[in-house]
C-alpha cells in the first residue's frame, strides 16, 4: 500500500487547513504525525478501521479532527486554531492489522507516506 499526502500550505495563526492522505488501496487503522523543526516526529491523531474511534494527542485536542472516507481510501485532518508551534512535516501512515483500534506510537505502523509542509506564521 502507498500512502500519499497532501494539502500543506503556509496559514496565518488561527487560521485552518485540510490534510488529506490517499491510500492506494484499503488500509484499516490510520494516523497523523508530525515532525516540527529540530523535533523529533510526534503522534497527532488515530482514527480506526470504521472511523468509529479516534484518539488525538493533547496538544490538537480540541483543535484538529481526523476523519476517513474508506469509500475513497482516503483519510483527512481538518486542522482549525492553528498556532505557530502547529509548524511541521506531517505525514500519514497506516496499520495492516485488520483491528477496530487506534495506535498513538509509530512502531505499530506498517505503511508510512511522504509528508507535506505545514507551516503557521504569527
Known amino acids: 500500500v502507498q500512502l500519499q499526502a497532501f494539502g500543506g500550505g503556509l496559514v496565518q495563526a488561527g487560521g485552518s487547513l485540510r490534510l488529506s492522505c490517499a491510500a492506494s488501496?484499503?488500509?484499516?487503522?490510520m494516523g497523523w504525525f508530525r515532525q516540527g523543526p529540530g523535533k523529533e516526529r510526534e503522534f497527532v491523531a488515530s482514527i480506526s478501521w470504521g472511523g468509529g474511534s479516534t484518539v488525538y494527542a493533547d496538544s490538537v485536542k480540541g483543535r484538529f479532527t481526523i476523519s476517513r472516507d474508506n469509500a475513497k481510501n482516503t483519510m483527512y485532518l481538518q486542522m482549525n486554531s492553528l498556532k505557530p508551534e502547529d509548524t511541521a512535516v506531517y505525514s500519514c501512515?497506516?496499520?495492516?492489522?485488520?483491528?477496530?483500534?487506534?495506535?498513538?506510537?509509530?512502531?505499530?505502523?506498517?505503511?508510512w507516506g511522504q509528508g507535506t509542509q505545514v507551516t503557521v506564521s504569527s
Open positions: 501512515a497506516a496499520v495492516m492489522r485488520p483491528t477496530h483500534s487506534t495506535y498513538t506510537r509509530e512502531r505499530e505502523y506498517d505503511y
Open positions: 488501496g484499503r488500509t484499516f487503522s
